[in-house]
């Protein structure tokens, strides 16, 4: 089991800059992927940013360029840098780590936090 608690969510103005961080627990010694998925209101959740175990990053289209994914192994903590926000960067962002147990990829998630950007 992989408990993941994020934080730094707020209100932000178009242009402006946050940062999240989710913090994980239990058996992280098991996660392989983790990264920052984001659900917007009448919207499927979608991909933001992964990192590897070993650093490699995937980001999406529409944040590439103003997101940064990165990762703190020693402290089980992955961070999303936002910058240049837009409003339409607004939605609820959720943390994802992904465990291997055996053959299987079990994905966890956290409870997700706010982000809303004004124009």
């Known amino acids: 089991q992989v408990q993941l608690v994020e934080s730094g969510g707020g209100l932000v103005q178009a242009g402006g800059s946050l940062r999240l961080a989710c913090v994980a627990s239990?058996?992280?010694?098991?996660?392989?992927?983790m990264g920052w998925y984001r659900q917007a209101p009448g919207k499927q959740r979608e991909l933001v940013a992964t990192?590897?175990?070993?650093?490699?990053?995937n980001y999406a289209d529409s944040v590439k360029g103003r997101f940064t994914i990165s990762r703190d192994n020693a402290k089980n903590t992955v961070y999303l840098q936002m910058d240049s926000l837009k409003p339409e960067d607004t939605a609820v962002y959720y943390c994802?780590?992904?465990?291997?147990?055996?053959?299987?990829?079990?994905?966890?998630w956290g409870q997700g936090t706010q982000v809303t950007v004004s124009s």
């Open positions: 994802n780590a992904v465990v291997q147990v055996w053959i299987k990829m079990i994905p966890y």
């Open positions: 239990g058996n992280t010694n098991s996660i392989n992927d």
């Open positions: 990192i590897r175990d070993g650093g490699a990053t």
